[in-house]
């Protein structure tokens, strides 16, 4: 996923510049949080800023953007915006999860588990990734467990996502 990220930076410069010099070929529109934005835009942001890059193409980004996206669309969702996003999910599929949020007032002390390993490099990113239809269930570990199963801290809420 790092590597993903870091690639995806790397295009995301490219691309940007790419825009400015010549519309024939290149990618003429950028979302950035679901908001369309202006080429320069994206130039602003820092690699460290982004959760996430797709680029879209086909007939559905074009029934939606116009000709402009005949060459696809550069969607990119910063790192509080994906936060948002996937507590909302994860809120909505898991009511302790949703009191875990209200409770701690976000979820800096929440340590993601996938596929039995707690996600220690780029969670966002990671987490950002995930689609509801993905995720077969959302669980809180206990203390105990989450400190005997998986070495967490004592004041760390462990959080097991299961996949489908």
Known sequence: MKQAIIIGSLLLCGFSLQAQDSTDDAVQVYIIDSVEVDPVAVNELGPDQIAMITIARGRKTVEKYGDRATN???????????????NRMFSSLSPAYAAALQKYGNDSSFRYIMSDSVITTNPVSQLAA?????????????????????????EEIGVVITIH
Not at 73 to 86: D, G, S
Not at 135 to 153: E, H, M
């Open 72 to 86: 696809g669309v550069f969607y990119i969702e910063t790192k509080p915006f994906a936060r948002k996003r996937y």
């Open 130 to 154: 995930l689609e509801k239809k993905e995720i077969a269930d959302v669980q809180l570990l206990s203390a105990a467990d989450g400190k005997k199963r998986y070495g967490l801290k004592e």
